[in-house]
């Protein structure tokens, strides 16, 4: 039960190559990646809603100083200690300034057509003064789904 803390933890790398674009104003601590953050890409794909079943999750990278934002998905793969750390790049979102913590929301956002229950992405381009929304969708007007 209480074996975590006595345990040796297995760490598992999901994504490296982070690189700080160098500019005037984040050169004080320049660091690169940010935070990160889980979440399911529908309200109702979280394991603690009654319709849930366990999946992992997306994961959410705010690039900092990478000025990018990243959005890893699990992959199926036997590889490494841990098969279920396994992530790969879903997609970059180049913001060209250092980038925020991200937020994540599933109410719909202004009066945009969207889909409903799936997941808002926030991402805050600090020297930009702009936050980006991005909004994902089950991807059916989309001739390359892969399933995300």
Known sequence: KDAWRT??????VIA????????????INPGAP???????????NHPSTPTGVFTRPLIAIAGD????????RPVESEI?????????????IECGATVGSIGIGY????????????????IPCYEKDKI????LGNGEDDDTNDGW
């Open 7 to 12: 345990e040796p933890w297995i760490r598992s």
């Open 16 to 27: 490296t190559g982070f690189r700080v674009k160098g500019q005037l104003g984040n050169m």
């Open 34 to 44: 940010g935070f990160c953050y889980t979440f399911y890409p529908k309200k109702e």
């Open 65 to 72: 100083c990478a000025e990018s934002a990243y959005i890893l």
């Open 80 to 92: 490494g200690m841990d098969p279920s750390s396994n992530y790969a790049v879903m997609c970059e």
């Open 107 to 122: 109410e719909d956002f202004c009066y945009t057509p969207q889909q409903k229950s799936y997941a808002k992405i926030y």
């Open 132 to 135: 980006l929304v991005f909004a």
